[in-house]
């Protein structure tokens, strides 16, 4: 089974942009793969950010974009704020339809 | 407004045997990708299983040949048929709409212990 790879934690600040990124074990992670990113608060279900690499949902606040950058997927925060403070999950799609997610990235706005 | 809502969680005794369920309305369940997905404490997200528009089900290796997905088309629900479960499948369990735009539940909590 493939491994998926995220940033164990990343810091940005209040107002700043920060990239994730999520890679597979299995080379360059392509469109093919159909990127997800989720956003997990504590206590809180994870919701979907991010489908297809790039579509956003009618609640993914406009200072979150995704795109496929050096073989791997990505998400931008551009222009953090501190309720963006939480864990975020990746989700890559492989042959036999069994994705796997990444191990999720703690991100903090300090 | 597309909900989806898991019951049927719960305390179960190691070997025993649990039936999630996850409602679902603005949408119907037998033309989308249902997927089940669990967290277990602590930890980060698990993908379980799938059920696809056309039936074809998919399992991971964890829960391959002891959890069975399902849907009942004419409720609108989906299934999650647990057995032989273990202590390690102690987690929130989560219905979600993916492959496809990826609304999720709220999750029920199983609990495995003796």
């Known amino acids: 089974q493939a491994v998926v790879t995220q940033e164990p934690s990343l810091t940005v600040s209040p107002g700043g942009t920060v990239t994730l990124t999520c890679g597979s074990s299995?080379?360059?992670?392509?469109?093919?793969?159909?990127p997800y990113w989720f956003q997990q608060k504590p206590g809180q279900a994870p919701r979907t950010l991010i489908y297809?690499?790039?579509n956003k949902h009618s609640w993914t606040p406009a200072r979150f974009s995704g795109s496929l950058l050096g073989g791997k997927a990505a998400l931008t925060l551009s222009g953090a704020q501190p309720e963006d403070e939480a864990e975020y999950y990746c989700?890559?799609?492989?042959?036999?339809?069994?994705?796997?997610f990444g191990g999720g990235t703690k991100l903090s706005v300090l | 407004e597309v909900q989806l809502v898991e019951s049927g969680g719960g305390l179960a005794q190691p070997g025993g045997s649990l039936r999630l369920s996850c409602a679902a309305s603005?949408?119907?369940?037998?033309?989308?990708?249902m997927t089940w997905v669990r967290q277990a404490p602590g930890k980060g997200l698990e993908w379980l299983s799938v059920?696809?528009?056309?039936?074809?089900?998919y399992y991971a290796d964890s829960v391959k040949g002891r959890f069975t997905i399902s849907r009942d088309n004419s409720k609108n629900m989906l299934y999650l048929q647990m057995n032989t479960l273990r202590p390690e499948d102690t987690a929130v369990y989560y219905c979600?709409?993916?492959?496809?735009?990826?609304?999720w539940g709220q999750g029920t909590l199983v609990t495995v212990s003796s």
């Open positions: 979600a709409t993916f492959p496809g735009e990826g609304y």
């Open positions: 603005g949408f119907t369940v037998s033309s989308s990708y």
């Open positions: 059920i696809y528009s056309g039936g074809s089900t």
């Open positions: 299995t080379g360059a992670v392509t469109s093919g793969h159909y």
């Open positions: 297809d690499t790039s």
């Open positions: 989700l890559l799609s492989y042959s036999g339809a069994r994705p796997v």
